[in-house]
């Protein structure tokens, strides 16, 4: 009787033990997938990354080009993007070698040549900015930095009307966006043109009425032609 009863009383423990084990198995496992964060898709890293580039958030925006990169060496967009990044912060030597694998087999786009406009700004080559610039444009009539920077050498080479004419396809092409009428009303100001500056910061107060810097940007405008009343 006490035989069956130590034999019994060991089958017992050696189950409760084998339960334990399983159990201790699964949590195990459920804690280890609960701490691997899911790793990001391509697709899902190269929207980050050209996210970023448009805040100008260089820096994230070149680790988030590193993980796409990993994923993906020859990648030409992730490529295209660091690039990119990399000539906003200086690292000419690193966006030059992006740029190598990214225009592979001639493959140039509009955002390799805004990089090339980039790179040709920081030697100070201002014909080979507006011509990269140019060419970007020619790609993507819509990009807000390209058209905002070829606006700004237009005017000030005096070439006024070219430097309108960005100025209209800005707001054209992006017309909720108050930088937009802020360009176009700060050529029109240096051109000596109150009067339509102050339409244009008219149209400005109708996309973002409620915007502190807006509302004293455009009563600088109003007040430059005697709108006092609008400017209070």
């Known amino acids: ?76 967009e992730a490529r295209a993007g660091r690039a990119y990044a990399y000539g906003w912060t200086n690292r000419v030597d690193q966006a030059q070698d992006d740029l190598a694998i990214a225009e592979a087999g001639g493959n140039r786009t509009a955002l390799t040549h805004r990089t090339r406009a980039v790179l040709a700004d920081r030697r100070s080559d201002q014909d080979t900015l507006l011509e990269e610039l140019s060419l970007s444009l020619a790609l993507d009539p819509t990009d807000r930095w390209t058209r905002q920077m070829r606006a700004s050498i237009w005017q000030d080479r005096g070439e006024f009307e070219k430097a309108l004419a960005d100025a209209d396809a800005l707001v054209e092409y992006n017309p909720g966006d108050p930088r937009s009428y802020m360009t176009k009303a700060s050529l029109l100001q240096r051109q000596k043109r109150p009067l339509l500056a102050a339409q244009v910061a008219t149209d400005l107060l109708s996309v973002a009425p409620d915007n502190p810097y807006n509302l004293a940007a455009a009563g600088n405008i109003f007040r430059s032609v005697g709108k006092l009343d609008l400017a209070r």
């Open 1 to 76: 009787m006490k035989k069956r009863l130590y034999q019994s009383t060991i089958l017992a423990l050696a189950a409760a033990v084998a339960a334990s084990t399983f159990a201790n198995a699964q949590n195990l496992e459920a804690t280890g997938q609960a701490d691997e964060q899911p790793r990001p898709a391509l697709a899902e890293l190269l929207a980050q990354g050209e996210k970023l580039n448009d805040n100008r958030q260089w820096s994230q925006a070149i680790r988030t080009f590193d993980e796409a990169i990993a994923i993906d060496p020859d990648n030409r």
